[in-house]
């Protein structure tokens, strides 16, 4: 399914300045501003574009400065704990103070990791799954399959009686 993404060009050069941006702060971990000039084109790009980054390389740039947050280069990771004992992760950029809090709940999970998101296990259809919850009722003979909706369709005795004058 890979070869059918519609800006595929757009998205090698959204992972070329991405990369190019890692191994800038590699090599030189001082040259910051090359590195935030990466992620700005490369943000500037996904928001002409419409397209949507995946939530692992959001959470490495920060949103204010667009620098790219590496843990002990550009920022600072901390684990603390939030209200009703929850623990947290907060990433703080060094550039310009920004904090991302993160919350680290182990049964959470992004929507890009559901099955549900993934166009492999959508219908061919197109639908989303609001689709899916009409058609999972209807049986092969044309009926539906729950009581309220059958009982909709069929005439009640009321409609039967003859009018009164």
């Known amino acids: 399914m890979a070869g059918n993404i519609k800006d595929k060009e757009a998205f090698q050069r959204l992972n070329f300045l991405y990369q190019a941006a890692h191994c800038v702060l590699a090599q030189n971990p001082e040259n910051i501003e090359l590195a935030r000039f990466y992620c ?12 949507r980054q995946d939530p692992s390389v959001k ?9 790219l947050l590496i843990p002990g280069v550009t920022s600072t990771v901390r684990q603390k704990r939030g209200k009703g004992r929850q623990r947290k992760t907060v990433v703080r950029c060094l550039s310009c103070g920004l904090t991302k809090r993160f919350p ?62």
Request: hydrophobic share 20%.
């Open 59 to 67: 959470r490495t740039i920060c949103k204010k400065c667009y620098t």
């Open 104 to 165: 680290n709940n182990p049964k959470h999970k992004l929507w890009v990791d559901q099955p549900e998101a993934q166009l492999e296990n959508q219908t061919s259809q197109g639908a989303g799954p609001s689709s899916n919850s009409t058609t999972q009722g209807k049986k092969c003979d044309g009926s539906s399959g729950s009581a309220s909706t059958a009982a909709k369709t069929t005439p009640t005795a009321q409609t039967n009686k003859p009018k009164s004058s």
């Open 40 to 51: 700005f084109t490369q943000k500037t790009i996904s928001k002409r574009l419409v397209l």
